[in-house]
């Protein structure tokens, strides 16, 4: 099993900007991918951004050139830089692992953007 520690979510106001931190039990070499997801009231879960293991990035069309995916291997951590915040990317932010075939999900930071 792979336990998932999220931190840095809080209220910002738009343009402004955030870390996200995801911290994993495992180390983070042996987990294929880890990523991050947004739910809004409402809405389903969707991917933002996910980094695997040989570092290869990928993000939602949404946050290209906004949010950036990095991951601390010494820390066994993956964090999510997000700038020029906007209203509409108020959600629970959470942080999943890919191990052994197997999805792991963190507990969930909430992110408000608003004035």
């Known amino acids: 099993q792979v336990q998932l520690v999220e931190s840095g979510g809080g209220l910002v106001q738009p343009g402004g900007s955030l870390r996200l931190s995801c911290a994993a039990s495992e180390n983070i070499f042996s987990i294929y991918a880890m990523g991050w997801y947004r739910q809004a009231p409402g809405k389903q879960r969707d991917l933002v951004a996910q980094i695997t293991s040989d570092g290869s990035t990928k993000y939602a069309d949404s946050v290209k050139g906004r949010f950036t995916i990095s991951r601390e291997n010494a820390k066994n951590t993956v964090s999510l830089q997000m700038n020029s915040l906007k209203p509409e990317d108020t959600a629970v932010y959470y942080c999943?692992?890919?191990?052994?075939?197997?999805?792991?999900w963190g507990q969930g930071t909430q992110v408000t953007v608003s004035s």
């Open positions: 999943k692992a890919l191990f052994r075939g197997y999805n792991y």
